[in-house]
């Protein structure tokens, strides 16, 4: 069974960084790419980056282009989320995912497995 736990989230004030993690566990981490996904209160969730099974491939949503980094270390079943001049308009619950695909992909039907979230809560 697929078991991916974030950790990391917490207050942080406006231009400030937050650095998620998502450990991995139940099958093989570095067959399937991986992705963030991030839902705000009384909005959808939606897709906020994603890597594909390697790490070479990346996509980011254009709210966070330049300023977030999405990594994974396949020898330790992690993937990370490097957040960088955070905005109070960042504060979400963010999800780690794993897609069935090695491909990198950006649609929320792809991504199979989740975790249970944490808080990103960015201060004006």
């Known amino acids: 069974q697929v078991q991916l736990v974030e950790s990391g989230g917490g207050l942080v004030q406006a231009g400030g960084s937050l650095r998620l993690s998502c450990a991995a566990s139940?099958?093989?981490?570095?067959?399937?790419?991986m992705g963030w996904f991030r839902q705000a209160l009384g909005k959808e969730r939606e897709f906020v980056a994603g890597?594909?099974?390697?790490?070479?491939?990346?996509i980011y949503v254009d709210s966070v282009k330049g300023r977030f980094t999405i990594s994974r270390d396949n020898a330790k079943s992690t993937l990370y989320l490097q957040m960088n001049s955070l905005k109070p308009e960042d504060t979400a619950v963010y999800y780690c995912?794993?897609?069935?695909?090695?491909?990198?992909?950006?649609?929320?039907?792809?991504?199979?497995?989740w975790g249970q979230g944490t808080q990103v809560t960015v201060s004006s």
């Open positions: 995912a794993q897609s069935s695909y090695p491909g990198v992909v950006d649609t929320t039907t792809a991504y199979h497995y």
């Open positions: 139940g099958r093989t981490f570095a067959m399937y790419a």
């Open positions: 890597i594909g099974w390697i790490g070479r491939n990346t």
